[in-house]
């Protein structure tokens, strides 16, 4: 069933919009004079883009011109004119794309698994469930997961359906304001639900929406990254169609300010981070991701880049964007600073003298370097780098995590340099981290004895399958905008041409197993609708590279780079 377009150029109350910082702001620490600066959304009418450019940024994308890519990829997201084109549709299902290239036979059928997936609600589509498997139990696969739903979301707002994004952020919000205890124990008021289902009372002919806050998910953990998705998806939305109006309904506006509420509390942290529970975000299983993890530090950067662009600046507003700005200026610099790893650091680390106790020590965390994984010696390449899994006393998680450093990428927490040096530590290890089947949640997979001990035996865990080394589709579309962002979309064709080869045929897989990504996952939910959404996004991307604006944070050419001491991506 498909949606009803809604044309939103002509609404009468659509406004275009413009990022109210640069990254160079942010990198210089020069926020403060945001707070005097008027809310941005009230900005007229500019031709747009993609109107006026869009066959340069095409071919300028192709392999021919891969050398001036990054070139492009910065005009592009530096040029003063550019906003989105609100009434656009992308031409991913038509006959012959602006690009020339006749579309994938897969695309017809990924859309149509797409609309299949579609939850009503009272004659509304709101989301869509988690996959449509029919021949696995349910379990809570029957659901509208928050996180899953992003990937979805963008696909309509790609292909000009905004209606859908719309209902879900409305209905999202609406269940936010519910009371949410787990036991005796009242869960914060900004907790956004993990997922929701919609229930139908044949009897009394009706419908009502049942959310689940993580009391009835493995380990019971709450959410952490759906709020941050919540405020990325409306960031989008907005970014995509023009119209302000949604996120700047009193609703939305107290809807972001309890969830910044929760992460911008003050209590005993020593360090800007957020300080989180196994299980709290993609990885929900006991993986030892407890601490500071990347994937929600990156989350944490992003969602408080794209607030501060869609909060008003009245009284309540300002309040929460002084908060914002001294927070990105310090977890920034921690970020780049702590988490990153090159080369270069990873001989300094190699090198660390512990017990240092004073302000002027080096090895800050106490990190002990025969605590150093070997097989992190190998996996780094001379020219390449990456934010860790986590860091926190004594303890570095070197893992290499897929989607934090490909938000990191998106948000420009890592600097034009770092996010280079990310690519191409992919393209040196394209063997480990795509395989046959891209891409690795995270790499390496965590066996044997330490297995063990870190997921407690957990029998879905087990290595290289699910989140243990797992390959997953879904991460095409971060690695997508990523590779446009830095001008590398040679390396997503090659990762879309490798899951051209199987998706359709494997019918949709949740996740890959093996050290290659050879096998359909012993427990992979079939029809696994991120999966399908996560490529009709990376096609898309590819085809009119101009929708990254609504996923993607601009940087600044003339930023100067926080970390000074590690430049092994000049060596």
Same mark, same amino acid.
């Given at each position: 069933m498909s949606i009803p377009n809604s044309d939103m150029s002509q609404n009468g109350n659509i406004r275009h919009v413009d990022s109210l910082c640069s990254v160079a702001e942010i990198e210089e620490i020069d926020f403060s004079k945001l707070l005097d600066r008027p809310s941005l959304l009230n900005m007229e009418r500019k031709r747009s883009f993609d109107? $006026?450019? !869009?066959?340069? !940024?095409s071919v300028a994308l192709s392999p021919r011109h891969s050398s001036r890519n990054a070139d492009i990829s910065s005009r592009f997201f530096d040029?003063?004119?550019?906003v989105f084109s609100p009434s656009r549709r992308s031409l991913i299902g038509t006959p $012959?794309? =602006?690009? @020339?290239?006749?579309?994938?036979? &897969?695309? #017809?059928e990924a859309w149509e698994t797409l609309r299949r997936s579609l939850v009503f609600f009272r004659g509304q589509p709101v989301g869509t469930i988690a996959a449509t498997d029919t021949s696995e139990e349910k379990l809570n696969y029957d659901q509208v997961f928050v996180r899953d739903f992003v990937p979805s979301g963008l696909a309509? =707002? &790609?292909n000009g359906e905004p209606e859908i994004v719309k209902n879900f952020i409305l209905k999202t919000l609406r269940l936010q304001s519910w009371e949410k205890k787990i036991d005796r +124990?009242? !869960? @914060?008021e900004g907790v956004m639900p993990a997922s929701f289902k919609v229930l139908h009372d044949p009897v009394r002919n009706s419908e009502t929406l049942i959310a689940d806050f993580g009391e009835s998910a493995i380990g019971r953990v709450a959410p952490v990254d759906s709020g941050f998705w919540w405020i990325i998806l409306l960031r989008a939305y907005t970014k995509s169609t023009g119209d302000s109006s949604l996120a700047e309904l009193p609703e939305c506006q107290k809807g972001m300010r309890l969830i910044l509420s929760l992460c911008l509390s003050e209590g005993f942290d020593t360090f800007p981070t957020l300080l989180c529970a196994d299980g709290c975000c993609m990885i929900d299983r006991r993986m030892g991701v407890y @601490?500071?993890? *990347?994937? *929600?530090? #990156? !989350? +944490? +950067? &992003?969602a408080l880049r794209c607030a501060l662009l869609l909060l008003k600046h009245d009284d309540e507003g300002k309040e929460f964007v002084e908060r914002i700005v001294k927070r990105l200026h310090a977890l920034s610099y921690h970020m780049r600073s702590y988490f990153w790893l090159d080369f270069k650091q990873l001989n300094d680390i190699y090198r660390y003298k512990t017990e240092e106790y004073s302000h002027t020590a080096v090895n800050k965390f106490n990190v002990i370097p025969d605590s150093l994984p070997e097989w992190v010696f190998d996996f780094m390449p001379t020219r390449g780098g990456y934010f860790i899994g986590n860091i926190s006393p004594a303890r570095m998680d070197f893992r290499w995590f897929c989607l934090g450093n490909c938000i990191a990428i998106l948000s420009s927490l890592a600097t034009p340099e770092q996010s280079m040096a990310i690519m191409d530590l992919i393209e040196s290890r394209w063997e480990e981290l795509a395989g046959e089947m891209p891409l690795k949640v995270c790499y390496p997979a965590i066996e044997s004895h330490e297995w063990r001990i870190v997921t407690g035996c957990d029998p879905k865990n087990t290595r290289w399958s699910y989140h243990n080394g797992g390959s997953w589709p879904v991460l095409l579309w971060l690695l997508t905008a990523a590779c446009i962002k830095t001008g590398r979309p040679q390396i997503a064709r090659r990762a879309i041409e490798l899951a051209e080869s199987r998706l359709l045929k494997d019918n949709w897989p949740e996740y890959y197993d093996g050290k290659l990504g050879r096998y359909v996952g %012993? /427990? #992979?939910? %079939?029809? /696994?609708t991120w999966s399908v959404a996560g490529y009709l996004v990376a096609k898309m991307l590819l085809e009119d590279p101009s929708h990254l604006g609504m996923i993607a944070l601009e940087e600044d050419k003339q930023m100067k780079p926080a970390m000074k001491r590690s430049n092994s991506w000049t060596c």
């Open positions: 109107e $006026r450019s !869009l066959s340069e !940024l040029h003063p004119e550019y $012959r794309s =602006l690009t @020339g290239f006749e579309p994938h036979p &897969m695309v #017809a309509f =707002l &790609m +124990f009242q !869960l @914060g @601490g500071y993890p *990347i994937e *929600i530090q #990156a !989350l +944490f +950067f &992003m %012993k /427990q #992979a939910r %079939k029809f /696994q």
